[in-house]
């Protein structure tokens, strides 16, 4: 096999594996049956997750060192987004169907695109704003508002996915100015520390040894991912790695199917449908744009 066909296949395995692994984390939060906080259930598993992620630091930095930044306000504003994404998603995962909360983190897009607008002053084509609102008609077309009960788990997993949105833009204004070691090991301690404090205040329950294992799969899934999507990114970029983001969509409905025996409607099918499409799209037209040439997008 040739050196570029064989890196090619690298690039699609290890963001396969990092997005299969981030859906089946999210498929042991929402098989929990305990009394449990979300900031009890999350920091037992970011604990978990910041073990298998100290094997994913760059060759050249030091997790010692994670803590000197030349930028660090970003990089801090940049992990209370990722607190805020993660304990609103737990939320979501354990209260609503998997595809309704995947459809709305899935917004994350269409915020990406107002806020490079409005914060990064970037010019945004016809074509980005077609696929975002066609994105975001299949949101509307997956939750159906008006048609079924809203619940505050809908309104938590538009949270995370404005907040998945936000930690995008500070990461495109970060550039290259930023470690990796910095960018992750300064979100697992604000994870690790938020939800450590928050577990504390609101009140311990002891955890099943049933509900403890289900933490510590999905604390190990999310350092897995991080491991399989950092590897992607090594071989690749975020042009490459971005269509293989929406293959959750379809584990969401496998997981809640077989596991939880959600059965999405028409409707919904539909919507997973358009908005795989609305971000295939997008992927599709910077491809081009590459060719003349462009720049890429970036990812979770």
């Known amino acids: 096999m040739p050196i570029r066909q064989s890196v090619f296949t690298n690039v699609y395995i290890c963001a396969f594996a990092a997005y299969a692994c981030f859906s089946t984390s999210d498929a042991f939060t929402k098989a929990l049956h305990g009394p449990l906080s979300v900031f009890e259930?999350?920091?037992?598993?970011?604990?978990?997750?910041?073990?298998?992620?100290?094997?994913?630091?760059?060759?050249?930095?030091?997790?010692?060192?994670?803590?000197?930044?030349?930028?660090?306000?970003?990089?801090h504003f940049r992990a209370l987004c990722g607190v805020l994404s993660s304990l609103c998603a737990i939320y979501a995962f354990t209260t609503i169907p998997?595809?309704?909360?995947?459809?709305?983190?899935?917004?994350?897009?269409?915020?990406?695109?107002?806020?490079?607008?409005l914060i990064l002053k970037e010019h945004v084509g016809l074509w980005r704003w077609f696929a975002v609102m066609?994105?975001?008609?299949?949101?509307?077309?997956?939750?159906?508002?008006?048609?079924?009960?809203?619940?505050?788990?809908?309104?938590?997993?538009?949270?995370?996915?404005?907040?998945t949105?936000?930690?995008?833009?500070?990461?495109?204004?970060?550039?290259?100015?930023?470690?990796?070691?910095?960018?992750?090991?300064?979100?697992?301690?604000?994870?690790?520390?938020?939800?450590?404090?928050?577990?504390?205040?609101?009140?311990?329950s002891a955890p099943s040894l049933h509900d403890l294992?289900?933490?510590?799969?999905?604390?190990?899934?999310?350092?897995?991912?991080?491991?399989?999507?950092?590897?992607?990114?090594?071989y690749g970029n975020a042009t490459?790695?971005?269509?293989?983001?929406?293959?959750?969509?379809?584990?969401?409905?496998?997981?809640?199917i077989i596991v939880f025996h959600e059965y999405p409607d028409l409707l919904a099918i539909i919507g997973v449908g358009v908005i795989a499409s609305a971000g295939l799209l997008t992927v599709l037209r910077e491809r081009v744009r590459r060719i003349k040439p462009a720049n890429p997008p970036g990812i979770r």
Request: glycine letters at 10%; aromatic letters at 14%.
């Open 165 to 204: 949105g936000t930690s995008i833009i500070i990461m495109r204004s970060l550039g290259s100015s930023a470690k990796k070691t910095s960018i992750l090991g300064m979100l697992f301690l604000y994870l690790v520390s938020i939800n450590g404090l928050g577990m504390l205040l609101r009140g311990f």
């Open 41 to 75: 259930i999350g920091f037992f598993e970011n604990l978990s997750a910041s073990i298998v992620l100290l094997a994913t630091r760059h060759e050249n930095e030091r997790w010692l060192e994670f803590w000197k930044m030349s930028r660090p306000w970003p990089v």
């Open 134 to 163: 066609l994105g975001f008609a299949g949101v509307l077309l997956a939750v159906k508002p008006g048609f079924q009960a809203f619940h505050l788990g809908h309104l938590s997993a538009a949270v995370a996915g404005l907040s």
């Open 98 to 117: 998997l595809v309704d909360a995947y459809s709305l983190i899935f917004l994350a897009p269409f915020f990406v695109t107002v806020m490079s607008v």
């Open 213 to 234: 294992f289900l933490m510590a799969l999905s604390g190990l899934c999310v350092g897995l991912g991080q491991w399989a999507f950092v590897s992607a990114a090594r």
């Open 240 to 256: 490459q790695i971005a269509p293989v983001a929406y293959s959750q969509l379809g584990w969401a409905m496998f997981f809640g």
